[in-house]
C-alpha cells in the first residue's frame, strides 16, 4: 500500500467510489481509497442495499442529485452488465390522503425536473399486474425510476478511477489520524501510516467512530432495517427478465418492494425505530451467520427480528396477494445511517482542515453525493446548492448522542409520513429560549421550532375564543388589546368586510398549522406596534485588525462606512451564487455585527480567514437577545424609553446607535424586515426580560401587542424580502434574486466578483417573481411548479395570503422571457392548476414610505 496520498478516502461503498471516480475525471490522481472490508462487496450497507432509485424528493437538491445518480449509473456497466434498471415506480394510494399527497409529490417532481404522473389503480395494476387493484385509489408513476445495482456501479466507479490512476486497497482498518499544524497530515490503518494532506470519510454507519478518532464530530445514528427475499413465486414462474417491474412504495404502511427475477424483495419501516451506538458495530464480516444471501455474515446487519416482520408481511400480501404464502429465503435487519434532518452529511469539517466529510447517503444519492464532494474538494464549490447537506449546518446541540439519538429516532419513524410544511417536532424540546419566554408563555404563545429555538408563532391573548367566527375574533383581539390599554386603540384602516375575508380565506392544507390570530395580528402591527422576538436570528460579532477587509473580501456590498452604518448585503461564492444575505453593522473602525442565517456562514467565514488573521468572529446569538418593535407607532415607543434621539434626522433608515432603554444598554437598529417603521432592538440576554417589561408597560397606551412568526412572514412577503434558503440559494446570483442593488462591482476584489461581472454584463436567465393568483381563496405553500404554454417553467418558492393586500400570491422562479409584470401563468397545486399573473413588486408600500417615515 501507498505510504503517502494527496487524499485518501475511507470507504469503498458507493460514496467512497463515487466520490473517487469524479475525483479522478476532474483531474485528482493521487488519491487513495481504503476499505476495511474486501473490495468491493465490503459488508457495508451498499453490499446488501436493494438499490431502489426514488428520485422524487422535498429538497430540490437531493432530488437532482438523485437524477444525476439514475443518469449516472444508467451509463455504467460492468463487463457487460448493465449498473441500472430504469423500470420506473409507483407509489400507490389506498387513502384520499396519500392520493392527494402524491399529487402534491408529482408536483415537487415536475419543480425539480422530473416528468411523473398520478394514474388510475387500472393504470397501476396494468403497468404491476400482482398489484389488488381494488384497494387501490390511485399511484404516483415516475418513469426515470429504477433498481441501482449498487456494488456492480461501485466497481465500475472504481475501474475506471483505477484507469485514471486511483489506487484502492481492500482490508485496510483505519485505526487513528495524525494532524500538524491544526489539519489532518496522516491517516493511521492496520497495515500502516499514510501521509496525506486532505482525507474525504466515506464509511457510512461507522463515520462517527471514525471520525472520533480525529476528534471529529459526525451527527448520524446508525438504524436497523428490516429487508427480505421470497422464494421464487409461482405468479412469476418463466419470466427471465432480471427486473421488469416498476419498483413499489406502499408508504400507508411504511413498505416498498422490488422484483428480483421471479422472486421478490420487500423492505418495511414499520417497526419501531431501532438504533445502534456507533460503539456497538462489528468491523468484520462474521464466519459463523450463514444465509441464503450471505448477508448475515456483514458488518452492517443484524441479525433478523422476525416479530417486527408479521405485520409488513401481511400488509405486502393483502397488497400482491402474489406474495402471500410464499417463503421468505433470507431476512435481515441491515442498518443505515439517519441524521437530525435526514439528509446527508457533506463538506470540509469545521472542527478539522482537511477532513472531509460525505456521510449519511442512500445510494438514490451516491452518484450526486459522490460529484459534488469530488467537486468541493477541487473547486471549492459544486454544480448544487448544499445547504440542505453542509456539513456546517448543525447547531452545536445537534451534535449530543441524545439529540441524534431523538431526532434519528423521529426520522426513520417518519420516513414515508405525510409530513405538513408547517408540522413542528414533538422533541426534544424546549432546548432554547429567549428571556421573553416567560412573558410569551404568559400570553398563550403557541411556539414553533426553529434551529433548537422555540419561537411564538402566534399568541392566543391576542384571539381569546378561537371557536368564535372570524369576524368576532378580530373583534375579540382587539378587544384584549384595548383591555391591555389604558387608553382605546387607534381604529383599523381596513374596513370589516376585508378584514373578515382576510381572516377566514384559509382552507385545508394551507389553514393547517396556522391560525386566523395571525392575520388579526399582522392588522394590528400595521396599524399600531407589536413586539417581535427576534432573538433567534443568527448573529455574529467580527472584529480585530482585519475585520473590514474580511468582510469586504465575503460580500458584495461597499462596507466602508462610517460607524453606525447597516449594510444589507450578499456573500457570494466563486461562481456568483448567493451563499447567504447579511446584514452588517458598522459599530466603530474594526468592529461589526452580522446578522447571518447560520452555522454555515460562521464556517464558511471562519474558512476565509487569511492565514495569521487577528480577526475574531464570535457568535454572539445566545448570549443577547433582540426585539423587533415595528408597527407606525413604533418610533413613538422606543423613543419614550430611550436616552438619545431616535427622531428620522437622528437616526435614519439602516444606521444604529446604542443607547439606553430604561437602564438596559441597547443597540438599536433602524431596519424592519416586515416593512413598517420600526428597530431591531438588541440587548444582553440578562437584561431581555426588563427590556421586554419596559416595552410592553410603556407600549400599553398605544395599543401594543406580541406579534408571531406567522404574521411576520406574511408581512415579509408583502415587501417583497427574500428569505435565504428559501426564495433564493447559491444556484441563484443576486441579480436573478433582485438583489442586484447590493453588488458593488466597482469596490474592488471580492468573492465571486468576476462570475458576476459576467453576470451581469449576460444578464438574467431567469428571475424571482412575484404572482398574484386570480382567486384570492387559493394559497400555495411553495415549491409548486409554474406552467406556461403547456410545460414546466419554474417553481414557487414562498407563498402567503396577503392579509394587508388583499391577494394570494406567491415568489416564484421564471425565465426571464415570463418575468414581465402582466404575463400570465399557472401554479400547480394538489394537481390543480391556478391562473396567476407576474405582479409589480412589492405589492405593499411600493415606495417605502412606511419604513422611512
Ligand atoms: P457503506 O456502503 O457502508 O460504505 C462504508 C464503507 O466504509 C464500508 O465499506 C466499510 O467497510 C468502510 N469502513 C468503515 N469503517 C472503516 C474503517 N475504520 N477503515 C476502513 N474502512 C472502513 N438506499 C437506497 O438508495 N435505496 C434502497 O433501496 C436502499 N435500501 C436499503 C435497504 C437496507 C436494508 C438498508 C440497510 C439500507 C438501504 N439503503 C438504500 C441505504 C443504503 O444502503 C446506504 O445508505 C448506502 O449504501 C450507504 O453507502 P456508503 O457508501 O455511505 O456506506
Given at each position: 500500500?501507498?505510504?503517502?496520498?494527496?487524499?485518501?478516502?475511507?470507504?469503498?461503498?458507493?460514496?467512497?467510489?463515487?466520490?473517487?471516480?469524479?475525483?479522478?475525471?476532474?483531474?485528482?490522481?493521487?488519491?487513495?481509497?481504503?476499505?476495511?472490508?474486501?473490495?468491493?462487496?465490503t459488508g457495508g450497507s451498499t453490499s446488501h442495499a436493494p438499490g431502489l432509485v426514488f428520485q422524487t424528493n422535498a429538497s430540490q437538491t437531493l432530488c437532482h442529485m438523485a437524477q444525476y445518480a439514475a443518469r449516472l449509473y444508467g451509463e455504467l456497466s460492468l463487463d457487460g452488465l448493465p449498473c441500472f434498471h430504469p423500470v420506473g415506480s409507483l407509489e400507490v394510494a389506498t387513502t384520499p390522503e396519500r392520493l392527494a399527497d402524491l399529487h402534491r409529490r408529482a408536483g415537487w417532481g415536475r419543480a425539480w425536473g422530473l416528468e411523473p404522473e398520478v394514474i388510475s389503480a387500472a393504470e397501476a395494476r396494468s403497468r404491476l399486474p400482482l398489484l389488488d387493484e381494488p384497494q387501490l385509489l390511485g399511484a404516483l408513476a415516475v418513469p426515470g425510476d429504477g433498481i441501482a445495482k449498487a456494488v456492480r456501479a461501485c466497481e465500475a466507479m472504481a475501474r475506471?478511477?483505477?484507469?485514471?490512476g486511483v489506487a484502492f486497497e481492500g482490508r485496510v482498518r483505519v485505526t487513528g489520524f495524525e494532524t500538524a499544524g491544526g489539519r489532518v497530515?496522516?491517516?493511521?490503518?492496520?497495515?500502516?501510516?499514510?501521509?496525506?494532506?486532505?482525507?474525504?470519510?466515506?464509511?457510512?454507519?461507522?463515520?462517527?467512530?471514525?471520525?472520533?478518532?480525529?476528534?471529529?464530530?459526525?451527527?448520524?445514528?446508525?438504524?436497523?432495517h428490516q429487508y427480505v427475499r421470497t422464494a421464487a413465486l409461482p405468479a412469476l414462474a418463466g419470466?427471465?427478465?432480471?427486473?421488469?417491474?416498476?419498483?413499489?412504495?406502499?408508504?400507508?404502511?411504511?413498505?416498498?418492494?422490488?422484483q428480483i427475477g421471479d422472486c421478490y424483495g420487500v423492505g418495511s419501516y414499520q417497526?419501531?425505530?431501532?438504533?445502534?451506538?456507533?460503539?456497538?458495530?462489528?468491523?468484520?464480516?462474521?464466519?459463523?451467520?450463514?444465509?441464503?444471501?450471505?448477508w448475515q455474515a456483514m458488518p452492517s446487519v443484524m441479525p433478523f427480528t422476525p416479530e417486527h416482520f408479521a405485520g409488513p408481511w401481511e400488509d405486502i400480501a393483502a397488497l400482491m396477494p402474489a406474495l402471500r404464502g410464499a417463503e421468505i429465503t433470507a431476512a435481515m435487519n441491515g442498518m443505515f445511517s439517519f441524521t437530525p434532518d435526514g439528509n446527508p452529511v457533506v463538506g470540509e469539517s469545521p472542527e478539522l482542515p482537511g477532513f472531509w466529510l460525505a456521510e449519511a447517503v442512500w445510494v438514490t444519492h451516491g452518484g450526486g453525493v459522490g460529484k459534488a464532494a469530488a467537486e468541493l474538494l477541487a473547486a471549492g464549490e459544486c454544480e448544487w446548492d448544499m445547504r440542505d447537506c453542509d456539513v456546517a449546518r448543525f447547531e452545536p446541540h445537534a451534535h449530543s448522542r441524545r439529540y441524534v439519538h431523538a431526532r434519528g429516532w423521529s426520522q426513520y419513524d417518519e420516513v414515508y409520513d405525510i409530513i405538513h410544511p408547517l408540522q413542528q417536532m414533538e422533541r426534544p424540546r424546549p432546548l432554547r429560549t429567549s428571556p421573553f419566554y416567560i412573558r410569551?408563555?404568559?400570553?398563550?404563545?403557541?411556539?414553533?421550532?426553529?434551529?433548537?429555538?422555540?419561537?411564538?408563532?402566534?399568541?392566543?391573548?391576542?384571539?381569546?375564543?378561537?371557536?368564535?367566527?372570524?369576524?368576532?375574533?378580530?373583534?375579540?383581539?382587539?378587544?384584549v388589546a384595548e383591555r391591555a390599554a389604558s387608553q382605546p386603540p387607534q381604529p383599523l384602516s381596513l374596513g370589516a368586510a376585508s378584514r373578515d375575508k382576510a381572516l377566514s380565506v384559509r382552507r385545508g392544507w394551507s389553514a393547517l398549522n396556522w391560525s386566523p390570530v395571525a392575520a388579526a395580528e399582522h392588522l394590528v402591527a400595521r396599524e399600531r406596534v407589536a413586539l417581535f422576538d427576534m432573538t433567534s436570528l443568527p448573529r455574529l460579532e467580527v472584529s480585530g485588525p482585519g475585520a473590514l477587509a474580511l468582510l469586504q473580501r465575503l460580500t458584495t456590498s461597499e462596507l466602508d462606512r462610517p460607524a453606525g452604518s447597516v449594510v444589507y448585503t450578499c456573500m457570494c461564492g466563486p461562481a456568483g451564487g448567493v451563499r447567504s444575505d447579511i446584514t452588517v453593522t458598522r459599530l466603530a473602525e474594526e468592529l461589526f455585527q452580522v446578522a447571518v442565517n447560520g452555522p454555515s456562514d460562521l464556517a464558511w467565514m471562519r474558512a476565509h480567514l487569511p492565514p495569521g488573521s487577528r480577526v475574531q468572529i464570535r457568535d454572539i446569538t445566545l448570549g443577547t437577545c433582540c426585539v423587533g418593535v415595528w408597527g407606525p407607532r413604533a418610533r413613538d415607543l422606543a423613543q419614550s424609553l430611550a436616552e438619545d434621539d431616535l427622531?428620522?434626522?437622528?437616526?435614519?433608515?439602516?444606521?444604529?446607535?446604542?443607547?439606553?432603554?430604561?437602564?438596559?444598554?441597547?443597540?438599536?437598529?433602524?431596519?424592519?424586515?416586515?416593512?413598517?417603521?420600526?428597530?431591531?432592538?438588541?440587548?444582553?440576554?440578562?437584561?431581555?426580560?426588563r427590556l421586554?417589561?419596559?416595552?410592553?408597560?410603556?407600549?400599553?397606551?398605544?395599543?401594543?401587542?406580541?406579534?408571531?412568526?406567522?404574521?411576520?412572514?406574511?408581512?415579509?412577503?408583502?415587501?417583497?424580502?427574500?428569505?435565504?434558503?428559501?426564495?433564493?440559494?447559491?444556484e441563484h446570483t443576486p441579480y436573478e434574486a433582485g438583489l442586484g442593488f447590493t453588488v458593488r462591482l466597482d469596490k474592488g476584489e471580492f468573492i465571486g466578483r468576476e462570475a458576476l461581472a459576467h453576470a451581469r454584463e449576460r444578464g438574467p436567465r431567469r428571475r424571482l417573481c412575484c404572482l398574484a393568483l386570480d382567486d384570492p381563496a387559493t394559497i400555495v405553500m411553495g415549491r409548486e411548479p409554474v406552467w406556461a404554454a403547456g410545460r414546466v417553467v419554474g417553481y414557487v418558492t414562498s407563498a402567503t395570503y396577503g392579509v394587508s393586500v388583499q391577494k394570494s400570491f406567491a415568489y416564484a422562479w421564471l425565465p426571464s422571457e415570463l418575468a414581465a409584470p402582466g404575463e400570465r401563468v399557472e401554479i400547480e397545486y394538489f394537481g390543480q392548476r391556478y391562473v396567476a399573473s407576474v405582479a409589480r413588486e412589492p405589492l405593499f408600500d411600493p415606495r417605502g414610505e412606511r419604513l422611512r417615515g
Amino acid at each position: 500500500m501507498k505510504s503517502h496520498a494527496q487524499l485518501v478516502i475511507i470507504g469503498a461503498g458507493i460514496v467512497g467510489c463515487s466520490a473517487a471516480y469524479h475525483l479522478a475525471r476532474l483531474g485528482r490522481r493521487d488519491v487513495l481509497v481504503i476499505d476495511q472490508g474486501p473490495l468491493f462487496e465490503t459488508g457495508g450497507s451498499t453490499s446488501h442495499a436493494p438499490g431502489l432509485v426514488f428520485q422524487t424528493n422535498a429538497s430540490q437538491t437531493l432530488c437532482h442529485m438523485a437524477q444525476y445518480a439514475a443518469r449516472l449509473y444508467g451509463e455504467l456497466s460492468l463487463d457487460g452488465l448493465p449498473c441500472f434498471h430504469p423500470v420506473g415506480s409507483l407509489e400507490v394510494a389506498t387513502t384520499p390522503e396519500r392520493l392527494a399527497d402524491l399529487h402534491r409529490r408529482a408536483g415537487w417532481g415536475r419543480a425539480w425536473g422530473l416528468e411523473p404522473e398520478v394514474i388510475s389503480a387500472a393504470e397501476a395494476r396494468s403497468r404491476l399486474p400482482l398489484l389488488d387493484e381494488p384497494q387501490l385509489l390511485g399511484a404516483l408513476a415516475v418513469p426515470g425510476d429504477g433498481i441501482a445495482k449498487a456494488v456492480r456501479a461501485c466497481e465500475a466507479m472504481a475501474r475506471a478511477a483505477q484507469g485514471l490512476g486511483v489506487a484502492f486497497e481492500g482490508r485496510v482498518r483505519v485505526t487513528g489520524f495524525e494532524t500538524a499544524g491544526g489539519r489532518v497530515s496522516a491517516v493511521l490503518t492496520d497495515r500502516g501510516r499514510v501521509a496525506c494532506e486532505q482525507v474525504l470519510l466515506c464509511a457510512g454507519i461507522w463515520g462517527p467512530r471514525v471520525a472520533r478518532l480525529a476528534g471529529v464530530s459526525v451527527p448520524l445514528t446508525p438504524c436497523q432495517h428490516q429487508y427480505v427475499r421470497t422464494a421464487a413465486l409461482p405468479a412469476l414462474a418463466g419470466d427471465s427478465r432480471e427486473v421488469a417491474h416498476p419498483i413499489l412504495r406502499h408508504q400507508e404502511r411504511a413498505l416498498y418492494a422490488r422484483q428480483i427475477g421471479d422472486c421478490y424483495g420487500v423492505g418495511s419501516y414499520q417497526h419501531e425505530p431501532l438504533l445502534v451506538r456507533p460503539e456497538a458495530l462489528r468491523d468484520t464480516f462474521s464466519p459463523s451467520a450463514p444465509s441464503a444471501a450471505g448477508w448475515q455474515a456483514m458488518p452492517s446487519v443484524m441479525p433478523f427480528t422476525p416479530e417486527h416482520f408479521a405485520g409488513p408481511w401481511e400488509d405486502i400480501a393483502a397488497l400482491m396477494p402474489a406474495l402471500r404464502g410464499a417463503e421468505i429465503t433470507a431476512a435481515m435487519n441491515g442498518m443505515f445511517s439517519f441524521t437530525p434532518d435526514g439528509n446527508p452529511v457533506v463538506g470540509e469539517s469545521p472542527e478539522l482542515p482537511g477532513f472531509w466529510l460525505a456521510e449519511a447517503v442512500w445510494v438514490t444519492h451516491g452518484g450526486g453525493v459522490g460529484k459534488a464532494a469530488a467537486e468541493l474538494l477541487a473547486a471549492g464549490e459544486c454544480e448544487w446548492d448544499m445547504r440542505d447537506c453542509d456539513v456546517a449546518r448543525f447547531e452545536p446541540h445537534a451534535h449530543s448522542r441524545r439529540y441524534v439519538h431523538a431526532r434519528g429516532w423521529s426520522q426513520y419513524d417518519e420516513v414515508y409520513d405525510i409530513i405538513h410544511p408547517l408540522q413542528q417536532m414533538e422533541r426534544p424540546r424546549p432546548l432554547r429560549t429567549s428571556p421573553f419566554y416567560i412573558r410569551q408563555q404568559a400570553l398563550g404563545a403557541v411556539f414553533f421550532e426553529g434551529r433548537g429555538w422555540e419561537r411564538p408563532q402566534w399568541y392566543e391573548a391576542n384571539a381569546e375564543g378561537t371557536t368564535l367566527n372570524a369576524e368576532r375574533q378580530l373583534a375579540e383581539a382587539l378587544a384584549v388589546a384595548e383591555r391591555a390599554a389604558s387608553q382605546p386603540p387607534q381604529p383599523l384602516s381596513l374596513g370589516a368586510a376585508s378584514r373578515d375575508k382576510a381572516l377566514s380565506v384559509r382552507r385545508g392544507w394551507s389553514a393547517l398549522n396556522w391560525s386566523p390570530v395571525a392575520a388579526a395580528e399582522h392588522l394590528v402591527a400595521r396599524e399600531r406596534v407589536a413586539l417581535f422576538d427576534m432573538t433567534s436570528l443568527p448573529r455574529l460579532e467580527v472584529s480585530g485588525p482585519g475585520a473590514l477587509a474580511l468582510l469586504q473580501r465575503l460580500t458584495t456590498s461597499e462596507l466602508d462606512r462610517p460607524a453606525g452604518s447597516v449594510v444589507y448585503t450578499c456573500m457570494c461564492g466563486p461562481a456568483g451564487g448567493v451563499r447567504s444575505d447579511i446584514t452588517v453593522t458598522r459599530l466603530a473602525e474594526e468592529l461589526f455585527q452580522v446578522a447571518v442565517n447560520g452555522p454555515s456562514d460562521l464556517a464558511w467565514m471562519r474558512a476565509h480567514l487569511p492565514p495569521g488573521s487577528r480577526v475574531q468572529i464570535r457568535d454572539i446569538t445566545l448570549g443577547t437577545c433582540c426585539v423587533g418593535v415595528w408597527g407606525p407607532r413604533a418610533r413613538d415607543l422606543a423613543q419614550s424609553l430611550a436616552e438619545d434621539d431616535l427622531s428620522n434626522e437622528a437616526l435614519p433608515y439602516f444606521r444604529a446607535r446604542r443607547t439606553f432603554f430604561g437602564e438596559v444598554p441597547c443597540l438599536v437598529q433602524r431596519v424592519s424586515y416586515v416593512g413598517e417603521l420600526g428597530y431591531e432592538v438588541y440587548a444582553d440576554a440578562a437584561y431581555g426580560l426588563r427590556l421586554w417589561d419596559l416595552l410592553w408597560d410603556a407600549g400599553r397606551p398605544l395599543g401594543i401587542i406580541a406579534a408571531g412568526r406567522a404574521a411576520f412572514e406574511c408581512m415579509r412577503l408583502e415587501k417583497g424580502y427574500r428569505l435565504w434558503g428559501t426564495d433564493m440559494h447559491s444556484e441563484h446570483t443576486p441579480y436573478e434574486a433582485g438583489l442586484g442593488f447590493t453588488v458593488r462591482l466597482d469596490k474592488g476584489e471580492f468573492i465571486g466578483r468576476e462570475a458576476l461581472a459576467h453576470a451581469r454584463e449576460r444578464g438574467p436567465r431567469r428571475r424571482l417573481c412575484c404572482l398574484a393568483l386570480d382567486d384570492p381563496a387559493t394559497i400555495v405553500m411553495g415549491r409548486e411548479p409554474v406552467w406556461a404554454a403547456g410545460r414546466v417553467v419554474g417553481y414557487v418558492t414562498s407563498a402567503t395570503y396577503g392579509v394587508s393586500v388583499q391577494k394570494s400570491f406567491a415568489y416564484a422562479w421564471l425565465p426571464s422571457e415570463l418575468a414581465a409584470p402582466g404575463e400570465r401563468v399557472e401554479i400547480e397545486y394538489f394537481g390543480q392548476r391556478y391562473v396567476a399573473s407576474v405582479a409589480r413588486e412589492p405589492l405593499f408600500d411600493p415606495r417605502g414610505e412606511r419604513l422611512r417615515g
